[in-house]
Each structure stands twice: as C-alpha cells, then as structure tokens.
C-alpha cells in the first residue's frame, strides 16, 4: 500500500508564499512523473505543474513565473513553492504520482490553500 500524505497548506495574504509537501509513504514505488492539480470550489480539477523523472517541467499558464515545482527521489517528496499568491489561487491542492509500472496514479488527501485579498 501507497499513501501520499500532504502538509504546508493553509491561509496566507495575497502576495504572500507558502510551500506545499507530498510525501509517499508504505511500499516502495518507482515514480515516473510527480504532479500538483488544483480544484476551487465549482470548478473542475486542473493540472498545477508536472515534473518528470528525467527533470522535465511543465506549468500552467496562470502559475508560471510564481510557482516552483521540485522532487526529491530518495525522500520519494514532491514540492510546490508558491509565491506571489492571488485569491484565485484559492483551491484544496492535490498531489499526484503516477508509478512507472502499469502508469498506476496514486493521490494525496488534498490541503487547502487560501489567499485573502
């Protein structure tokens, strides 16, 4: 059994930063690509930003320039460093690893991020 546990959500002023955290944890599991999505309330879940095995880095248009996305292989870790945050980045944050065999998709419980304006 996997789990992905997540810290570092929480309420923060516009402008402000935090950094979000996933861990896995259990069995060991050979990780292809780590991701963050987001979901606001009424909206569908969105891809954050993606980072391969190799140290390919993906974006979405709306965090690029102010989120930083990072993993540790041998902590099986991912990071989302988030600054200049807007209250449109309001939305519970999931972690995503998508293990190398059978591209099984393991997530996170979801933190909740909150910027006030």
């Known amino acids: 059994q996997v789990q992905l546990v997540e810290s570092g959500g929480g309420l923060v002023q516009a402008g402000g930063s935090l950094r979000l955290s996933c861990a896995a944890s259990g069995s060991k599991l050979s990780i292809n690509t780590m991701a963050w999505y987001r979901q606001a309330p009424g909206k569908q879940r969105e891809l954050v930003a993606v980072i391969t095995s190799g140290g390919t880095i993906n974006y979405a248009d709306p965090v690029k320039g102010r989120f930083t996305i990072s993993r540790d292989n041998a902590k099986s870790t991912v990071y989302l460093q988030m600054n200049s945050l807007k209250p449109e980045d309001t939305a519970v944050y999931y972690c995503?690893?998508?293990?190398?065999?059978?591209?099984?998709?393991?997530w996170g419980q979801g933190t909740q991020v909150t910027v006030s304006s």
């Open positions: 995503n690893f998508r293990a190398t065999i059978w591209s099984i998709d393991y």
